[in-house]
């Protein structure tokens, strides 16, 4: 039998408190009907960076910023705009400009660690979030990136920690499911893990990391043909997370199917190597190993 393990969780943009930009920004009613003046601008800037637009939104907040230079919510609301089109490192250089401008701006932190987060910058992801959580303690976006950015860092009960902080001030945050869902695999108690999963999908029941999630705390359980149920579900919802493939691949294993299990794990060694993660892409050479 191949020994069960936890994965540490991989890809996907939290998305951390976009939205939450909304209230931040003094939006006058029926701005797009007013005549364009630098006013004028800044007004559609933040109304298109907290609406549905982004590409629209960064070319409007481009202008704002010609127009008015000195705005740090301009930047703030680009730098959103370039988080929600994966433009990273976009986002973090206008979130850096809107805190030179405003060294207290909540938010632009938040941005910031939201997109060095995907970057693959954790440490700077973990400081820009405690400088967020210092500024508004009582802010459940803020909690969640800096658990999110523990979490991969290997700081799994720091992680679980902010999770349970998140959702004491957030209760239906399904991203904390998960990330506590995560730091409790990786604690080694595979029964919560499966709970906090089952919780996230009843929230959200497109969430292919979820899924993943409770695949991985079923193989830990030896509940292989869940686990194997559970990994599909996940790659219906995204084809190409390596976390399912190397869960159905353990799985299938366990169950007898070592030409599946082969077929799987190969795929997610190919999806880690892509992924430039080295280490679960010598752990996939290794299980490939042992069955062959």
């Known amino acids: 039998m191949v020994r069960a393990k936890a994965f540490h969780r991989l890809g996907g943009a939290i998305g951390v408190g976009l939205w939450a930009i909304t209230p931040l920004f003094p939006v006058s009613a029926q701005v797009e009907s007013q005549p364009i003046t630098p006013d004028t601008l800044l007004q559609l800037c933040y109304v298109q960076a907290s609406g549905s637009e982004p590409?629209?939104?960064?070319?409007?907040?481009?202008?704002?910023?010609?127009?008015?230079?000195?705005n740090a919510f301009a930047y703030l609301a680009r730098s959103i705009s370039h988080n929600r089109l994966q433009a990273f490192q976009n986002a973090v250089?206008?979130?850096?400009?809107?805190?030179q401008l405003?060294?207290?701006?909540?938010?632009a932190y938040l941005s910031r660690s939201?997109?060095?987060n995907e970057l693959g910058d954790y440490q700077g992801s973990l400081t820009d979030a405690e400088e967020a959580v210092r500024l508004n303690p009582e802010s459940?976006?803020?909690h969640l990136a800096r658990g999110d950015a523990r979490i991969r860092l290997g700081l799994f009960q720091q992680g679980l920690e902010d999770a349970n902080r998140t959702l004491e001030l957030s209760p239906d945050s399904?991203?904390?499911?998960?990330?506590?869902?995560?730091?409790?695999?990786?604690?080694?108690?595979?029964?919560?893990?499966?709970?906090?999963?089952?919780?996230?999908?009843?929230?959200?029941?497109?969430?292919a990391l979820a899924y993943a999630n409770r695949a991985s705390a079923q193989l830990q359980l030896e509940?292989?043909?869940?686990?194997?149920?559970?990994?599909?579900?996940?790659?219906?919802?995204?084809?190409?997370?390596?976390?399912?493939?190397?869960?159905?691949?353990?799985?299938?294993?366990?169950l007898g199917d070592a030409s599946a299990a082969l077929t799987d794990l190969q795929q997610a060694a190919d999806l880690f190597l892509q992924a430039e993660n080295s280490v679960q892409y010598r752990r996939m050479l290794e299980l490939i190993r042992t069955i062959n």
């Open 55 to 70: 590409a629209t939104a960064v070319q409007t907040c481009t202008a704002a910023i010609e127009a008015t230079p000195d």
């Open 93 to 99: 250089d206008d979130a850096t400009q809107a805190l």
């Open 102 to 107: 405003d060294p207290a701006l909540f938010f």
């Open 114 to 116: 939201i997109a060095r």
């Open 140 to 142: 459940a976006e803020a």
């Open 174 to 207: 399904v991203l904390a499911y998960v990330n506590r869902s995560t730091a409790w695999l990786e604690l080694g108690n595979p029964q919560n893990a499966f709970d906090d999963a089952s919780e996230a999908l009843r929230l959200n029941p497109n969430l």
């Open 223 to 254: 509940e292989f043909m869940g686990a194997v149920a559970d990994a599909d579900r996940a790659l219906t919802l995204n084809p190409n997370l390596p976390l399912a493939y190397a869960i159905r691949g353990e799985a299938q294993f366990n």
